[in-house]
């Protein structure tokens, strides 16, 4: 399914919980506000049917809040996997519980993770997640790798004054240990969820000369078509580097659908008031059709936003 800007739904970005056990000095609560209770496993998996069928993607990425705070995680991994309609079934999650929980997620059928580090300082950690636990995300990456996730991929959101000095200590971080790097820039949060327009001002780095670096030390640079038009660095060494910088382009090359935790569909980071709620409809086991027209109105709204 097409929008009106001939940008097709390549997948779909679910949140499974609004509960969250660290709390991120820039976190965008993914652009929504749950406005009733959370969907359950089984609406939850019924609703990866239907996306799946309907728009024909083969990907799903879970988010949260944090999705591993969600007490049937691994439920509704092995519920989705089972549905044999997505290839790509990959999670971003802070990594507090990875180490309990890595091996469980990888015999369900999750694919592949991305971990939120900004910091490979203690003090900083700190400071960014409010949370003593740094040493506990890196025993679940080192879990994740042991047992089989590849490729891990770190996200790292750079913030003037924070963790603007770290960049070259990740990518060390990332060669040594086989992942791939996200550098990410900084973006406002939506005034929807409460915004953090001071916080931005203050540590929002443009991130395009540290991109410039990068093409002329790549040995190879890749446009990701399909996602946002990210551009990805092939260093020396076979390091990887992959960079999500808001923009025009980076819009009009978006693919995705997201859905909040309450079963609300929307289209965009910022525009979930354009939302449609589906959650009423999967009590009534409506014919496809009827699923199709919500998506269908959701999809329709989505305009690029920069
Ligand atoms: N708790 C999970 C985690 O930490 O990955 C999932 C939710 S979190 C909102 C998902 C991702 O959103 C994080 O990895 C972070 O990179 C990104 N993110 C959140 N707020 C952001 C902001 N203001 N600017 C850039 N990226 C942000």
């Not at 971003?92 to 059928?109: D, I, M, R, S």
Request: include cysteine.
């Amino acid at each position: 399914m097409k929008d009106k800007c001939n940008r097709e739904i390549k997948h779909i970005r679910f949140s499974i919980t609004s509960k969250c056990n660290l709390k991120c000095m820039y976190c965008d609560r993914e652009g929504f506000t749950p406005k009733t209770s959370e969907l359950t496993v089984d609406e939850i998996t019924k609703l990866c049917k239907v996306l799946a069928e309907i728009l024909n993607v083969t990907r799903i990425k879970f988010t949260g809040g944090e999705p591993l705070c969600r007490e049937e995680i691994v439920q509704i991994i092995k519920n989705v996997s089972n549905l044999l309609l997505y290839k790509d079934i990959s999670m971003t999650t802070n990594g507090l519980l990875l180490y309990e929980k890595a091996e469980e997620l990888y015999k369900a059928g999750l694919n592949r993770i991305n971990v939120s580090l900004a910091s490979l300082k203690p003090k900083e950690y700190n400071k960014v997640y409010g949370s003593d636990s740094l040493d506990k995300v890196l025993k679940g990456l080192q879990k994740a790798k042991e047992v089989g996730f590849d490729p891990i991929k770190l996200n790292f959101v750079l913030m003037k004054g924070i963790n603007d000095t770290e960049m070259e200590d990740l990518i060390d971080f990332c060669r040594k240990n086989g992942f791939i790097l996200q550098l990410i820039e900084l973006h406002e949060v939506s005034d929807a969820v409460g915004g953090n327009g001071e916080f931005y001002k203050k540590h929002h780095l443009d991130v395009k000369p540290i991109i410039e670096d990068l093409e002329s030390k790549a040995e190879k640079i890749i446009v990701r078509g399909s996602m946002q038009n990210r551009k990805v660095f092939i260093l020396p060494n076979s390091m990887i580097v992959e960079t999500i910088t808001p923009s025009h382009e980076f819009c009009m090359g978006c693919t995705k659908l997201r859905v909040g935790c309450d079963g609300n569909l929307f289209g965009c980071l910022y525009r979930s008031d354009l939302g449609k709620n589906i959650k009423e409809a999967l009590h009534n086991h409506h014919s496809i059709a009827k699923y199709e027209q919500i998506v269908k109105q959701v999809v329709d709204s989505r305009e690029p936003y920069y």
